[in-house]
């Protein structure tokens, strides 16, 4: 016999025994952990897939940056380079080889099909790209079509308008052969190649084209093969503060590598935002599932605990099959995630610039395992916690209140983890403080909402209890108050998930109903650009002709700002406190002058100016709120305008909302009449036709009478909106997809966990003589009832956090589209209602007696 | 002959909302060493409360349990863990057993705890001892109620204690079985030299025993077969 006397302060932990009381402990549990942990398998698949498509992305943006712009340094400008530009843009060209190109939209004529087309026009002249290639049907297509009148039309437009190599083609006053159909072009995607298909000519036919005229948005740009012994970063950076004085921006195979990095990575980190969301849904469910495992595990506990097992070694038992499993939970999620990043470079293509090859990170596998741990371990605590307490007199009383009544700081400090945590993550993946907070925020206040209810519900139905009820609702009622009831859990993890899965939907068809809005009735669906105006009355007659009505025709006139309450371009940049950003000065302003408000403007601040300007004074102008805040201007601050070469002094007379969601020609800037009649300009029409033949005739008389002028179709711009919308949507869809099966996992996981709870009792009660159809239903009763309640509450959720967004963040008025809240509605209740109901088939068909023997 | 077990004055409330249930109170008596005793009283009179009180399981709301020198109601829990598991060996009414470790890991269990080595030896010994030597890798739910307590035997004594509190061991078994295993019981504590206590209804199993304490509404009632020196003044108790 031992006479060592106990030494309290020296418990032995013996952590190698521990671990294999842990292994042994899981016997009986296995299936019921791999539930739990399956639940945080999707949320981390979804992490590492994202990830590791982020590190392959960034592997092939540097393996073929060079390929990206197709040239060392490319300048370019939106106006028409004057001598001082030029002479910059002649003195790089002496540092190596040069390529120069126009990009114009303008119609397209398809001869063979008789149709028109709004295209993105490239002239190309020179032998760019210098590094990667035009890829082009035939192959030799992309070089041969410069040395004629041949074009390279878009390979999609060509499937469209039934097009072939050695069709023609007429872009502006000159018809083009067809040499080969375009597929990619260095730095492109195919999503902007959707939006604007191009067409290449030979840039030695642009002046026979007429494309260029007066007040033409015509875009000039200039690639360079530079000497090996220039650096192009070195001379962009040299000539930027000239560049930008002049209107001009430049772009390196760096700087466009690293602009491409940023804005792949804000796409990224969204993404991955929404894989965290999944992956907190699941940690819901590993919070509630350890809570319900370590009540079953009270009992092993008290027993260990009278053997002389101390508070800590049985936390560090269940601490570790915690960490076993989310070990396996991580590892599982990594492989899942791994392998579905394979697809989604495929997913992604339409964005993408490069061709990206999925490879294994072993970076976002190794986090994702890390993480399996981490958030199994930290969302696991607070039930783990109370494994110390555990009083071994529950071995000889198992009516014995179980847990000491110690208070445990230690909650606090889990609390102050698990905020922490999800704080620190979302920094991580949104990449700045607000934005995390925010997140969280949110995050914390669904939680609020929801576990709110849950008691709000408990204590409602216990309060108002319906006494006189059947005893099969009366029983299903009091299902969810009393002890051991899954209220909460089930309200929390049915609710959040809801909530998700309903906010993504309600964005997303809020998107589209905001772009299906503008083909409402009496709207204009056709618009004219590039009018000149020698041809304003003419195009004015033809839309007569045709019979369609002139709903909008405005004068355009191209300006640039000077001054501001006298500061220049120059004040700006020297005095960053301003706020004023310097490409206020450096772009180009279309604006227009006309006597009224149009029906899309509504005065904020100030006189509109009805009367024609007198020819004296400042000359009062109507700016657009935004803009003016922009520009830091109020009623009454002075402007100085450049009027293609002239200067005129302006003062703000009035400020005015304008509804930018309306189809219709919208300005920054509004001069009143008498001040630009004379001044270069052109026009815009717009119109409306009853059909798509109507309208297709009409575009194409347009472009027969007047080559330099474009028409397109709004109903185009529909389909082209929609089918981006469409792509992008599909993206977030499918990384929700990982957050909606979550959510049914956590779904059968807590039902699953309910059941340990009920299957006693159901026994008992069909001991005692209920019936089959008594069980169904007070099962029947509480799971609707959460069911009912957790996904309503999801779905008011989803609608707040659809509207926030829709407001703040997308900027557009939110349009409340309900039925995929409805639809979201049923299906969660239906399914909530199915698994409780299949979980109960256990002790609805087999004898009771069995039923507790293999339950127990 | 060395003192294992000192109760002292011994009192237990339990306090629930503005109401005081005292189920014990000056309770005193002191075992010595390889003494057999049992506790002894109604249902609701306090005789598994003391039991659990006696083995350092839950706290007097006042007076004191010294076992084997130490004195438990001073401890913190894990140190009374400690304390039972290197002096006290426990028998419950309905086993409790692991249900997740085999019979054989449910003896080895108080030995590895110790942080003991080798210890699937001695585990199988006990086994053998008890007459399951050939069911050690069976489950309890594998096990009758008989097998069960049996290996509940075995671990008691696996963890060679200085005392053995007992709760009803043979109160969830039928006759036959309660025979053997109570004549087990007592084997196994003459040949280890053990202290007994045991909490029991039944009269019959309590006359094995060399002391009866019998407890009613909280108080001992009386106290036979308690050496001289140790009778203690029970006063107004002693009906």
Redesign the interface.
């Known amino acids: ?2 006479d ?5 302060d020296k ?2 932990l ?1 952590i190698p ?1 521990l671990l294999k ?1 842990a292994w ?6 296995r299936g019921r952990l791999a539930l739990f942990l399956s639940s945080i398998v999707l949320g981390i698949a979804a992490l590492v897939a994202i990830n590791s498509f982020r590190d392959s992305l960034q592997l092939a943006i540097d393996e073929k940056a060079r390929t990206l712009i197709g040239a060392d340094l490319v300048m370019g400008m939106n106006k028409e380079p004057d001598s001082l530009s030029m002479a910059i843009i002649d003195s790089v060209g002496t540092l190596g080889k040069r390529s120069d190109e126009n990009r114009m939209m303008s119609m397209v004529y398809f001869v063979n099909s008789n149709e028109t087309r709004l295209v993105q026009v490239r002239a190309l002249g020179g032998e760019f790209p210098y590094f990667g290639a035009i890829e082009t049907k035939p192959k030799e297509a992309s070089r041969s079509f410069r040395e004629d009148r041949r074009a390279l039309v878009d390979h999609n437009l060509m499937l469209q308008y039934e097009a072939e190599v050695g069709d023609s083609i007429r872009v502006g006053a000159l018809t083009f052969a067809i040499e080969g159909a375009l597929h990619r072009i260095p730095g492109q995607t195919a999503m902007t190649a959707a939006v604007a298909p191009v067409v290449y000519i030979p840039r030695q036919y642009l002046p026979e084209t007429g494309l260029i005229q007066r007040g033409s948005r015509v875009s000039y740009y200039y690639y360079y093969d530079l000497d090996e012994a220039v650096q192009p970063d070195t001379l962009g950076k040299k000539l930027d503060p000239r560049l930008e004085e002049y209107g001009m921006f430049y772009d390196t195979v760096e700087t466009r590598k690293a602009s491409m990095g940023r804005s792949y990575d804000e796409l990224a980190r969204f993404l991955a935002l929404v894989g965290f969301v999944a992956l907190l849904l699941g940690c819901v469910g590993v919070a509630s599932a350890v809570h319900v495992y370590m009540r079953d595990k009270l ?2 506990i ?12 049985a936390f560090l038992v269940y601490l570790f099959q915690v960490m076993g499993m989310g070990l396996l939970g991580g590892i599982a999620g990594a492989a899942l995630g791994s392998v579905v990043q394979l697809v989604l470079p495929e997913l992604f293509k339409t964005f993408l610039p490069v061709t990206v090859d999925a490879y294994f990170s072993a970076t976002a596998a190794t986090q994702g395992v890390l993480l399996g741990v981490i958030v199994s371990v930290l969302f696991a605590l607070l039930p783990l916690l109370s494994i110390r307490q555990v ?3 529950i ?3 198992a009516t014995f209140e179980h847990l ?1 009544n110690q208070k445990d700081l230690l909650r606090w400090a889990v609390y102050g983890l698990l905020l922490g945590f999800i704080v620190v993550f979302s920094r991580w993946q949104l990449g700045t403080w607000w934005q995390a907070f925010y997140f969280t925020g949110g995050v914390i206040a669904a939680f609020l909402v929801l576990a709110l209810l849950a008691k709000g519900l408990s204590w409602t139905v216990k309060r108002f209890f319906p006494t006189h009820w059947g005893y099969v609702w009366r029983q299903g009622l009091a299902n969810l108050y009393r002890p051991n009831n899954q209220t909460l859990l089930l309200m929390v993890s049915i609710g959040l998930g809801t909530a998700l899965i309903g906010t993504l939907f309600m964005v997303q068809r809020t998107l589209l109903s905001e772009v299906s809005l503008s083909g409402t009735k009496n709207q204009p669906n056709l618009v004219l650009f590039d009018i000149q105006n020698s041809q304003r009355d003419q195009v004015g007659e033809l839309t007569k002709q045709e019979g369609l009505p002139i709903l909008y025709f405005d004068p355009i006139v191209t300006v640039r700002l000077e001054q501001i309450n006298n500061l220049t371009l120059a004040d700006v940049r020297k005095d960053t406190t301003l706020e004023i950003k310097p490409w206020n000065f450096t772009r180009e302003y279309r604006v227009t002058y006309r006597d009224q408000l149009s029906d899309s403007e509504k005065t904020e601040e100030g006189t509109w100016i009805k009367n024609q300007y007198s020819g004296s004074g400042r000359v009062p102008v109507s700016l657009e709120q935004r803009y003016a805040e922009r520009i830091k201007v109020k009623v009454g601050d002075s402007l100085l305008y450049n009027v293609q070469g002239a200067t005129m002094p302006a003062r703000v007379a009035h400020i005015r909302r304008v509804d930018w969601n309306r189809v219709q020609t919208n300005f920054q800037v509004v001069f009143p009449e008498g001040v630009l009649e004379e001044a270069p300009q052109f026009h815009v029409l717009m119109t409306r036709s009853d059909n798509e033949q109507q309208a297709a005739q009409f575009q194409r008389k347009v472009v027969e009478n007047f080559p330099n002028v474009s028409a397109i179709g709004l109903d185009l711009i529909l389909r082209t909106l929609e089918e981006v919308v469409g792509q992008i949507s599909f993206v977030i869809q499918f990384m929700a997809l990982f957050s909606i099966f979550t959510g049914l996992l956590v779904l059968v996981g807590s039902v699953n966990v309910s059941k340990f709870q009920r299957v006693q009792e159901s026994v008992l009660l069909r001991t005692l003589g209920a019936n089959k159809k008594q069980i169904l239903g007070i099962t029947l009763m509480e799971y609707a009832m959460l069911g009912i309640l957790a996904a309503a509450v999801g779905c008011v959720i989803a609608f707040g956090a659809a509207w926030a967004l829709a407001v703040f963040s997308f900027e557009m008025e939110f349009v409340p589209v309900l039925w995929p809240l409805l639809v979201i509605f049923v299906v969660v209740t239906l399914l909530t209602v199915a698994v409780g109901l299949l979980n109960s088939r256990g002790v609805l068909n087999r004898p009771p007696l069995e039923v507790l ?1 293999r339950e ?1 | 002959m060395s003192t294992i077990l000192e109760i002292n004055n011994l009192k237990k409330t339990y306090n629930s909302g503005d109401r005081h249930l005292t189920v014990l109170e000056g309770i005193n008596f002191t075992l010595q060493a390889g003494d057999t005793c049992a506790i002894v009283g109604p249902s609701g009179s306090g005789k598994t409360t003391l039991l659990g009180l006696c083995a350092g399981l839950d706290r007097a709301s006042s007076g004191s349990v010294i076992l084997n020198g130490v004195r438990l109601d001073n401890l913190s829990e894990d140190a009374r863990a400690q304390v039972r598991n290197q002096y006290v060996g426990f028998i419950f009414q309905n086993f409790q057993l692991i249900p997740t470790l085999t019979a054989l890991e449910n003896v080895m269990v108080p030995l590895e705890l110790r942080g003991e080595r080798n210890v699937k030896r001695e585990a199988m010994d006990l086994l053998a001892r008890v007459g399951l030597a050939d069911r050690h890798d069976h489950y309890p739910t594998q096990l009758s109620g008989g097998e069960q307590q049996r290996v509940s035997l075995a671990r008691a004594f696996s963890n060679r204690p200085t005392i053995l509190f007992a709760d009803e061991p043979t109160g969830n078994l039928d006759e036959e079985t309660g025979d053997k295993v109570e004549s087990l019981l007592f084997e196994l504590n003459r040949e280890a030299g053990t202290t007994l206590v045991l909490v029991t209804h039944d009269l019959e199993l309590a006359e094995k025993t060399q002391r009866i304490i019998r407890i009613k509404g909280g108080h001992v009632v009386s106290d036979t077969g308690a050496p001289e020196a140790t009778h203690q003044p029970y006063g107004s108790n002693i009906s």
Do not use: E, F, V, Y
């Open positions: 016999m031992s060592t006397k106990p030494n309290p418990p032995q013996n025994w009381m042994r402990d899981t016997r009986r549990s009992a092993t008290g027993i260990l605990r009278c053997l002389g097992m101390s508070g800590k070694q009083s071994p007199l071995t000889l009383r000491t023997r127990a």
